[in-house]
């Protein structure tokens, strides 16, 4: 029996490729820090669990393919806060941002087509991509050049006549990239010049620590046509394991297409939707609260990761994830040693290895991505025991 | 902008087509008895909402992207009791079975390939196939013959070199037919030597009305490579709401296909998860009382619905579907007017139209689906509705 020419051509997520190895190790007793995933251990607001305490509806039934109106009510109630106003037939509510995703990508993309995408970027956009049978054009960056890539000649190079649309993630994962209001607006001129959708993964909007407003493409006038958002719940609210998502365009032909593809998975979870709406009745405060916290440790991050020896690193300015170049030839055979043949007192760390976060061959092997999603004496530990892992390391290899 | 050519061939799910129309009318007070989705009314068990009651984490974390030990170690239980040994590695939790017939389709379909399923078929299989670039190879059956399909020379007439799997749903939606122990082999027999996947939709696998042994593909042994189970507890626990299915094979390479899209969408919901594990701990009389409360409406459906004349139907042997055909011209038309220009007494019906369940063009535009999931009085006066909406129409079209 044959597979299909597309999944041949995915590969496991480099966030969770080692996480089988992982849970053997801890099984075994040796502790490890996990900077590989952006679960964030900041508490659930417990408005989330107090929907899912007092849920009373006898039988647990199907929701809209398009989402519970209590929740897309709340979404819109959100962005307007942000001065967007939205239909309920502009949001689509999702199982996570991955499915917003995946669901989009079906919608806009050919075999053959290509969507351009700065690398750096978030591995799973690459399965998203190639289970259409089209392919990403990566716009170039480089840590040196702070990986920005809002430049006019840069993006335009990339485009050709089987691009369908430019994606960008801002606060950029991994690389931590904030867009200025001038580099958005850039990016989305040049789609709109092109007719190419734009597609904003937003979901780490909030993370943004040199006193930004918070910036979404569909504050914009004059690009409704073009501009797609993905937004979650997960990072904001602390709350992954929800998976309540989100698509949101004023592109109604866009939205009737991916509606299709909401019915035929019928719904999303019925009581993560119900609790996810009281999530958004939190005010600012809340965010505030958090960003301070994630500064903090941002902070932490950098100052200990500069200190190690060979580390090549920038600061980010928003999400909560680090982009490094370690001084070793290949990440994944460091992160399988650190796995299995090192330990600290009893205490090793993990990253997601840099290479799946480029198309372009051979770049990232020697970068990683760490997530600074733990407490800050957590941080600092990590870190250290990253240090001398890299020093044994070297020693030995 | 252009959308992706195989999105444009998708429809939208013939259960919830009318459904935005069906709102409206329901905002103005006319009451619809629902037929058209297969949302039972029976109550979900108390032990999926004492497990949201009791969730203490504090964060809601990502689950594992196979699914968490707990429900997959549950699943494995269930399967226990029908003789199938399963590894944890054999079960992939998904969102909903829908996921795991979107999932399936995209490890084993490539554009060009074919899929045998007998129609009529559950459309949404349609949308999942056509996504993938290819296309669906029918074994066409009728009411005369009872949908009956499992026969040598009419599936291997439809096998060539494009096909690359055999999907049958057993107990069958929309069509009730339950295959028997003989037929399953067969059908298991045709696509081993013809070197192809068996995907076998089982979710109503309890829902068989003969006295039945309840049967899975897994039972078999030597099918090993070919046979892929989709299976859910929405139907089985009347727990829609929960969007808890998982893919089922002893194929070690399909499953590692098939992880690579679990880890790109990260994971299912935690707590949807944690509730339906308990749900497996019912024991056998939960399902004998619900299977006695659905063979009480199917004999009131079909009772009912054969005392209207011209309506041609069999009688189901599971599930909680019946598939008729009503004198009308075009069942779609016919929904319309139920909903927009017909009532009785204030209440009207929708069923699910029965052309899409065809992709033989013509085919099933007369018949409709319909659901036993209503309480038995409301199941009659649904059809007393249908009878006296059927003679109106009739007199004024």
Same mark, same amino acid.
């Given at each position: 029996?044959?597979?299909?020419?597309?999944?041949?051509?995915?590969?496991?997520?480099?966030?969770?490729?080692?996480?089988?190895?992982?849970?053997?190790?801890?099984?075994?007793?040796?502790?490890?820090?996990?900077?590989?995933?952006?679960?964030?251990?900041?508490?659930?607001?417990?408005?989330?669990?107090?929907?899912?305490?007092?849920?009373?509806?006898?039988?647990?039934?199907?929701?809209?393919?398009?989402?519970?109106?209590?929740?897309?009510?709340?979404?819109?109630?959100?962005?307007?806060?942000?001065?967007?106003? +939205? &239909?309920?037939?502009?949001?689509?509510?999702? #199982?996570?941002? =991955? !499915?917003?995703?995946?669901? $989009? /990508?079906?919608? %806009?993309?050919?075999?053959?087509?290509?969507?351009?995408?700065?690398?750096?970027?978030?591995?799973?956009?690459?399965?998203?991509?190639?289970?259409?049978?089209?392919?990403?054009?990566?716009?170039?960056?480089?840590?040196?050049?702070?990986?920005?890539?809002?430049?006019?000649?840069?993006?335009?190079?990339?485009?050709?006549?089987?691009?369908?649309?430019?994606? +960008? &993630?801002?606060?950029?994962?991994?690389?931590? #990239?904030?867009? =200025? !209001?001038?580099?958005?607006? $850039? /990016?989305?001129? %040049?789609?709109?010049?092109?007719?190419?959708?734009?597609?904003?993964?937003?979901?780490?909007?909030?993370?943004?620590?040199?006193?930004?407003?918070?910036?979404?493409?569909?504050?914009?006038?004059?690009?409704?046509?073009?501009?797609?958002?993905?937004?979650?719940?997960?990072?904001?609210?602390?709350?992954?394991?929800?998976?309540?998502?989100?698509?949101?365009?004023?592109?109604?032909?866009?939205?009737?297409?991916? #509606?299709?593809?909401?019915?035929?998975?019928?719904?999303?979870?019925?009581?993560?939707?119900?609790?996810?709406?009281?999530?958004?009745?939190?005010?600012?405060?809340?965010?505030?609260?958090?960003?301070?916290?994630?500064?903090?440790?941002?902070?932490?991050?950098?100052?200990?990761?500069?200190?190690?020896?060979?580390?090549?690193?920038?600061?980010?300015?928003?999400?909560?994830?680090?982009?490094?170049?370690?001084?070793?030839?290949?990440?994944?055979?460091?992160?399988?040693?650190?796995?299995?043949?090192?330990?600290?007192?009893?205490?090793?760390?993990?990253?997601?290895?840099?290479?799946?976060?480029?198309?372009?061959?051979?770049?990232?092997?020697?970068?990683?991505?760490?997530?600074?999603?733990?407490?800050?004496?957590?941080?600092?530990?990590?870190?250290?025991?990253?240090?001398?892992?890299?020093?044994?390391?070297?020693?030995?290899?």
């Amino acid at each position: 029996m044959r597979f299909s020419s597309k999944i041949e051509k995915c590969h496991l997520s480099p966030m969770r490729v080692f996480s089988g190895l992982a849970a053997e190790v801890e099984e075994r007793g040796k502790k490890i820090y996990h900077l590989n995933i952006g679960q964030p251990d900041i508490k659930t607001p417990e408005a989330y669990f107090d929907v899912l305490r007092s849920f009373s509806e006898p039988v647990l039934a199907y929701a809209p393919s398009n989402g519970i109106p209590r929740l897309v009510d709340a979404v819109r109630g959100y962005y307007r806060t942000l001065g967007v106003e +939205l &239909t309920r037939s502009n949001v689509l509510v999702t #199982t996570g941002g =991955s !499915e917003a995703l995946q669901m $989009l /990508m079906a919608c %806009i993309l050919d075999d053959g087509d290509e969507i351009v995408i700065p690398e750096p970027f978030y591995p799973n956009y690459h399965a998203a991509v190639t289970l259409t049978g089209a392919s990403i054009r990566p716009i170039t960056t480089s840590p040196a050049e702070n990986y920005r890539f809002a430049v006019r000649e840069k993006v335009e190079a990339c485009i050709n006549e089987h691009t369908r649309a430019i994606m +960008l &993630t801002n606060p950029g994962n991994p690389t931590g #990239t904030v867009l =200025s !209001e001038d580099e958005l607006h $850039l /990016m989305l001129d %040049i789609a709109k010049e092109h007719g190419l959708f734009i597609v904003c993964d937003e979901v780490y909007r909030e993370f943004v620590y040199g006193g930004e407003k918070l910036l979404s493409a569909l504050q914009f006038p004059g690009y409704e046509e073009n501009v797609v958002v993905l937004d979650s719940v997960s990072k904001r609210f602390s709350a992954c394991g929800a998976r309540i998502g989100m698509l949101i365009s004023k592109n109604a032909e866009l939205m009737a297409q991916a #509606t299709k593809i909401a019915q035929c998975r019928l719904s999303v979870s019925t009581v993560d939707q119900l609790a996810a709406a009281a999530l958004y009745d939190l005010d600012a405060s809340y965010f505030d609260a958090t960003r301070a916290e994630y500064k903090r440790r941002r902070d932490t991050f950098v100052r200990k990761l500069s200190e190690i020896p060979g580390v090549v690193c920038a600061e980010p300015k928003g999400a909560f994830y680090v982009m490094a170049e370690l001084p070793v030839d290949d990440a994944a055979v460091f992160q399988k040693w650190l796995l299995t043949d090192f330990d600290d007192k009893g205490e090793t760390v993990m990253f997601a290895c840099g290479e799946p976060f480029y198309v372009t061959p051979g770049k990232g092997r020697s970068e990683v991505r760490m997530a600074y999603v733990l407490k800050e004496e957590d941080i600092a530990r990590a870190l250290d025991i990253l240090a001398i892992a890299i020093k044994k390391y070297n020693e030995t290899h």
